[in-house]
């Protein structure tokens, strides 16, 4: 694995960890009719989001780098942005959306990065995460109508 492909895998791992916090602020302040909707979507999120942490972080230690784990590294690595505190339920599904978008495209570069030095097992783990990303892009912008 390259310099490149563990600073793209850092940056998964660091949105990744913000994204925990940020999901768990919407589980615990999402009000309105859709309340149980929501706080169970979040919460599976979040649960995913734990799982992709763990297995990014690994994977990069298993080659001999090393995951950020700070929470000023994540904050300074983080291409996504924390939750202001204020969104109301549709503004939480917007912004998730928005999110996930950016990962995907991340994801693309790093998939396409892995495919060239030939790091197949990185490839299909981003490739995973992407694939169930745009499962729930499909599924949130349908909530959003």
């Not at 942005?81 to 928005?98: C, F, I, P, S, Y």
């Not at 495919?115 to 995973?128: A, H, I, V, Y």
């Amino acid at each position: 694995m390259s310099e490149k492909l563990a600073e793209v895998l850092n940056t998964q791992i660091a949105n990744w960890s913000l994204l925990f916090t940020k999901l768990h602020n919407y589980h615990w302040y999402v009000k309105g009719p859709q309340f149980f909707t929501l706080h169970l979507k979040f919460e599976e999120l979040y649960t995913e989001t734990a799982l992709h942490v763990d297995n990014l972080a690994e994977r990069l230690l298993a080659l001999g780098f090393s995951p950020v784990a700070t929470l000023h590294e994540i904050i300074e690595k983080a291409t996504v942005k924390d939750a202001a505190g204020n969104e109301n339920a549709n503004e939480m599904v917007r912004t998730l959306v928005d999110d996930f978008g950016i990962i995907v495209g991340e994801l693309k570069e790093g998939m396409s990065i892995a495919d060239r030095e030939g790091d197949e097992t990185t490839g299909d783990m981003l490739l995973e995460i992407h694939s169930s990303l745009e499962k729930h892009v499909w599924m949130l912008k349908s909530y959003l109508g």
